[in-house]
């Protein structure tokens, strides 16, 4: 059930390095750690009952976190110099360490996502 949500967990509480590293350059990779979790979220929806307290609340504190950081307001949030050093992104990093523990997950490593990146190219139509 947790497959999803593990790896989005493990890879939120890397440090910035790593976590840069785990995306190509041509994509927002906070917004990418961020948009994993949320998948990672729905992996869960109906296992709610299954969840401890503990790690309810890590979860929530997570999706708090990275929610309190949306919006136009925030855009300078979202980049890669931000992803190193705004201590917002310490604070998502020490949440998501504290929720690998609540689960009993190895925080030695993200794991890959198989996920495919596809570097859009502004093309001219070419006739049939």
């Known amino acids: 059930m947790r497959n999803l949500l593990e790896q989005a967990v493990v890879a939120l509480a890397q440090s910035a390095d790593v ?7 041509f994509v927002c990779k906070a917004d990418e750690l961020a948009l994993n979790f949320e998948d990672g979220l729905y992996e ?3 296992h709610e009952a299954e969840l401890t307290t503990e790690q309810h609340e890590a979860v929530r504190h997570i999706n708090a976190l990275l929610a309190s950081m949306s919006g136009k307001r925030n855009l300078a949030l979202w980049t890669d110099d931000a992803l190193r050093s705004h201590p917002v992104w310490e604070n998502v990093r020490l949440a998501a360490r504290t929720a690998s523990i609540a689960f009993g997950w190895d925080n030695r490593g993200p794991f890959r996502t198989g996920a495919f990146y596809v570097c859009g190219r502004a093309t001219r139509a070419q006739p049939l």
């Open 19 to 25: 976590q840069l590293s785990l995306f190509p350059d």
């Open 44 to 46: 869960i929806v109906g």
